[in-house]
Structure formats: structure tokens, C-alpha cells
Nanobody, 121 residues
Framework: QVQLVESGGGLVQPGGSLRLSCAAS????????MGWYRQAPGKQRELVAG???????NYADSVKGRFTISRDNAKNTGYLQMTSLKPEDPAVYYC???????????????WGQGTQVTVSS
């Protein structure tokens, strides 16, 4: 079994910054793609950013130039650095990971529990 635990959410003023972390633990051989999604009240969950094991990245147009996704493969941890936060950024942010199982070498997708990001003055 694998667990993803997010941290780093909170309240920030417009224009401020936050850094989210997503730590994976458990039966992990390796992690393929890691991603960050967000879901605001009344809206569908949307992809914010993704990163491959080789550190290729992709971003939603709404966050390009403001958010940076990264990962530390040795720590099985992903990060989302968010800067210039806007009033439209508040949501619950979720991480996910495509994990290669240590026992079976099969790939499973796991989700974290989510962390709240609030932008308010």
C-alpha cells in the first residue's frame, strides 16, 4: 500500500507564495508521473501541473509562469511552488502519483487527501 501526504497549504494574501509538498511512502519501487490537481467549490477537479520521472513538466495555462512543479526522486516527494497567487487560485489542492509497486512492478495511481489553499487579503 502507498500513501500520499500533502502539506503546505494555508492562507496567503494575493500576490503571495506557498509551497506544497507531497510525500509518498509505502511499497514503492519507483514513481512515474506525479501531478497536482485542484478543485474549487462547485467546480470540477482540474490539472494544475505534472512532472515525469525525467522531470519533463506541463502546466495549465492559468498557472504558467507562476507555479513550478518539481520532485525529489530520492525522497519520493513532489513539490508545487506557487507564486503571485491570485483570487482565482483558492481550492483544495491534491497530488497524485503513478507508482510502480515494489512487490508486483504494476503501476497504480494514488491520490493524497488534499490541502486547502486560500487567497485573501
Amino acid at each position: 500500500q502507498v500513501q500520499l501526504v500533502e502539506s503546505g497549504g494555508g492562507l496567503v494574501q494575493p500576490g503571495g507564495s506557498l509551497r506544497l509538498s507531497c510525500a509518498a511512502s509505502g511499497s514503492i519501487f519507483s514513481i512515474n508521473v506525479m501531478g497536482w490537481y485542484r478543485q474549487a467549490p462547485g467546480k470540477q477537479r482540474e490539472l494544475v501541473a505534472g512532472i515525469t520521472s525525467g522531470s519533463s513538466t506541463n502546466y495549465a495555462d492559468s498557472v504558467k509562469g507562476r507555479f513550478t512543479i518539481s520532485r525529489d526522486n530520492a525522497k519520493n516527494t513532489g513539490y508545487l511552488q506557487m507564486t503571485s497567487l491570485k483570487p482565482e487560485d483558492p481550492a483544495v489542492y491534491y497530488c497524485n502519483a503513478d507508482v510502480v509497486s515494489d512487490s508486483s512492478r504494476r503501476v497504480f495511481r494514488y491520490w493524497g487527501q488534499g490541502t486547502q489553499v486560500t487567497v485573501s487579503s
